[in-house]
C-alpha cells in the first residue's frame, strides 16, 4: 500500500513516525514522510533518502483572539491544498497522523479522499489537535494506556510509542569510548528534547559546584542557543563532559549513560525505557494540559524514575538526588529493571499492522 505518515513539528512526533515508515518500508510499502518546515525535521531526516519527504507549512493553534488566528487559518487552509494535491499524484490509501497540528491537515485530506485516517497519540494527556482530529479517524493509537478515557467516541488501541530501528543497545566502554569519555566513570545524560531546554540546563549548571567529589562524568545535549554556555561551566568546574547541541546517533549516547536528567517527552520516555535508563524528570511546566507530568507520573508510580516539578528545583536538589542514585548502583539497578517494564514491545509493528488491517478490511469491502 501506499502510506503517508504527518510526524513534523518536534523530534516527539518525527522520532516515531520514522520508525513507523521504516517497519512499513521493510515490510514491503510505499512510505511519505510529511514534516514541518522547522530545521530540526531536516536535521533529524538528514542522511535518509529511502521516503518521499514533502514539507507542510508550520501550523500552531493560536488563541481564537490572537490577530495570529487568521495566519493559523491561512497555512492551515495551504496545507490542506498541498495535503490534497500531493494525495492526487501519490494515491495513498492510509494516512497517520503523529500528533499537532502539522498532521491535524494530512489527516483531513485523507479523510476526505475516502481513505483509511489514523492518529497516534504518545502522551498519557492528548494534545489539542488529536483531540479534534480524532473524531474524523477510524481509530486511535495509544502510547500509554492511562490517554483511553480522553477519546470515548472513537476506536482506541494501546500500540506504545515506536522506537527507531536503529536504537540498539551497545557495548557501554565502546560507546564512551566514541564519546571521548572515561570507560569505567559514572556517567549522567542530560538532555532536554530534540530542541534542548533552557530550563534543564539552568539546573544542571547550578547543580555541578554541589557536585564536586562525586565520580561522575557528562553527556549533555543542550540545544543550540546554550551549547557554549553549558560547556564553559562543566570547564570550569573541572567535570569531564561531552557536550553537543544535538546528536545523531543516539543509541551511542543511551548506551554509554548510567542516568539520566530529562524532560518527560513520550518519545524520549520509551526511548529510555527501551535501554533501561533510570533517571530524573523535570517536566517542561508550560507543556499543553501539563501532560509531561502526567508521562513522569507513569514512570514515577512504578520506580523508573524520580519526578521533580521544575518550580522546585534547586542546584543544591538536584545534586542530592544525582548523588543519592550514583553512590547506590542497587537503587539504579532496581530502576533501570523497572524501566525497561515500561518498554514499547515492537509498538511500530503494532501501528503498521493496524494501519495494514484497517486498508485490507477496506479493500474487501
Given at each position: 500500500?501506499?502510506?503517508?505518515?504527518?510526524?513534523?513539528?518536534?523530534?516527539?512526533?518525527?522520532?516515531?513516525?520514522?520508525?513507523?515508515?521504516?517497519?512499513?518500508?521493510?515490510?514491503?510499502?510505499?512510505?511519505?514522510?510529511?514534516?514541518?518546515?522547522?530545521?530540526?525535521?531536516?536535521?533529524?531526516?538528514?542522511?535518509?533518502?529511502?521516503?518521499?519527504?514533502?514539507?507542510?507549512?508550520?501550523?500552531?493553534?493560536?488563541?481564537?483572539?490572537?490577530?495570529?488566528?487568521?495566519?493559523?487559518?491561512?497555512?492551515?487552509?495551504?496545507?490542506?491544498?498541498?495535503?490534497?494535491?500531493?494525495?492526487?499524484?501519490?494515491?495513498?490509501?492510509?494516512?497517520?497522523?503523529?500528533?499537532?497540528?502539522?498532521?491535524?491537515?494530512?489527516?483531513?485530506?485523507?479523510?476526505?479522499?475516502?481513505?483509511?485516517?489514523?492518529?497516534?497519540?504518545?502522551?498519557?494527556?492528548?494534545?489539542?489537535?488529536?483531540?479534534?482530529?480524532?473524531?474524523?479517524?477510524?481509530?486511535?493509537?495509544?502510547?500509554?494506556?492511562?490517554?483511553?478515557?480522553?477519546?470515548?467516541?472513537?476506536?482506541?488501541?494501546?500500540?506504545?510509542?515506536?522506537?527507531?530501528?536503529?536504537?540498539?543497545?551497545?557495548?557501554?566502554?565502546?560507546?564512551?569510548?566514541?564519546?571521548?569519555?572515561?570507560?569505567?566513570?559514572?556517567?549522567?545524560?542530560?538532555?532536554?528534547?530534540?530542541?534542548?531546554?533552557?530550563?534543564?540546563?539552568?539546573?544542571?549548571?547550578?547543580?555541578?559546584?554541589?557536585?564536586?567529589?562525586?565520580?561522575?562524568?557528562?553527556?549533555?545535549?543542550?540545544?543550540?542557543?546554550?551549547?557554549?554556555?553549558?560547556?564553559?561551566?562543566?570547564?570550569?568546574?573541572?567535570?569531564?563532559?561531552?557536550?553537543?547541541?544535538?546528536?545523531?546517533?543516539?543509541?551511542?549516547?543511551?548506551?554509554?549513560?548510567?542516568?539520566?536528567?530529562?524532560?518527560?517527552?513520550?518519545?524520549?520516555?520509551?526511548?529510555?525505557?527501551?535501554?533501561?535508563?533510570?533517571?530524573?524528570?523535570?517536566?517542561?511546566?508550560?507543556?499543553?494540559?501539563?501532560?509531561?507530568?502526567?508521562?513522569?507520573?507513569?514512570?514515577?508510580?512504578?520506580?523508573?524514575?524520580i519526578l521533580l516539578k521544575e518550580s522546585e528545583v534547586?542546584?543544591?536538589?538536584?545534586?542530592?538526588?544525582?548523588?543519592?542514585?550514583?553512590?547506590?548502583?542497587?537503587?539504579?539497578?532496581?530502576?533501570?529493571?523497572?524501566?525497561?517494564?515500561?518498554?514499547?514491545?515492537?509498538?511500530?509493528?503494532?501501528?503498521?499492522?493496524?494501519?495494514?488491517?484497517?486498508?485490507?478490511?477496506?479493500?474487501?469491502?
Amino acid at each position: 500500500m501506499n502510506a503517508v505518515i504527518a510526524c513534523g513539528g518536534t523530534g516527539g512526533h518525527l522520532f516515531p513516525g520514522i520508525a513507523v515508515a521504516e517497519v512499513l518500508r521493510d515490510r514491503g510499502h510505499e512510505v511519505m514522510l510529511l514534516i514541518s518546515e522547522k530545521d530540526i525535521d531536516a536535521l533529524a531526516l538528514s542522511g535518509r533518502t529511502t521516503f518521499q519527504v514533502e514539507k507542510l507549512p508550520t501550523v500552531g493553534l493560536p488563541s481564537a483572539f490572537s490577530p495570529a488566528f487568521f495566519g493559523f487559518i491561512r497555512r492551515f487552509c495551504e496545507s490542506l491544498s498541498l495535503c490534497r494535491s500531493l494525495y492526487r499524484k501519490f494515491k495513498p490509501q492510509v494516512v497517520l497522523g503523529m500528533g499537532g497540528f502539522t498532521s491535524t491537515a494530512p489527516v483531513l485530506a485523507g479523510r476526505i479522499r475516502g481513505i483509511a485516517t489514523f492518529i497516534h497519540e504518545s502522551n498519557a494527556v492528548p494534545g489539542k489537535a488529536n483531540r479534534m482530529t480524532a473524531r474524523v479517524v477510524n481509530a486511535v493509537m495509544l502510547g500509554f494506556k492511562e490517554c483511553a478515557p480522553f477519546f470515548p467516541k472513537t476506536h482506541t488501541e494501546v500500540t506504545g510509542t515506536p522506537v527507531r530501528t536503529e536504537l540498539v543497545r551497545l557495548d557501554r566502554k565502546v560507546a564512551r569510548q566514541k564519546l571521548g569519555l572515561h570507560e569505567d566513570l559514572p556517567t549522567l545524560l542530560v538532555m532536554g528534547g530534540s530542541q534542548g531546554a533552557s530550563g534543564i540546563n539552568q539546573a544542571l549548571i547550578k547543580s555541578v559546584p554541589f557536585l564536586q567529589g562525586v565520580p561522575l562524568q557528562v553527556i549533555h545535549l543542550s540545544g543550540t542557543r546554550d551549547e557554549r554556555l553549558v560547556a564553559d561551566n562543566y570547564r570550569r568546574e573541572n567535570v569531564p563532559a561531552y557536550i553537543a547541541a544535538f546528536y545523531h546517533r543516539m543509541e551511542e549516547i543511551y548506551s554509554a549513560a548510567d542516568l539520566f536528567v530529562a524532560r518527560a517527552g513520550a518519545a524520549s520516555l520509551a526511548e529510555f525505557a527501551a535501554f533501561s535508563l533510570p533517571g530524573i524528570l523535570i517536566p517542561f511546566p508550560y507543556a499543553t494540559d501539563d501532560h509531561q507530568t502526567r508521562n513522569a507520573e507513569i514512570y514515577a508510580r512504578v520506580g523508573a524514575a524520580i519526578l521533580l516539578k521544575e518550580s522546585e528545583v534547586t542546584g543544591e536538589l538536584l545534586a542530592r538526588k544525582i548523588r543519592e542514585l550514583i553512590q547506590d548502583p542497587q537503587l539504579i539497578q532496581q530502576m533501570a529493571a523497572n524501566c525497561s517494564r515500561l518498554a514499547p514491545k515492537d509498538a511500530a509493528g503494532l501501528v503498521a499492522t493496524t494501519m495494514e488491517k484497517y486498508t485490507t478490511h477496506e479493500a474487501r469491502l
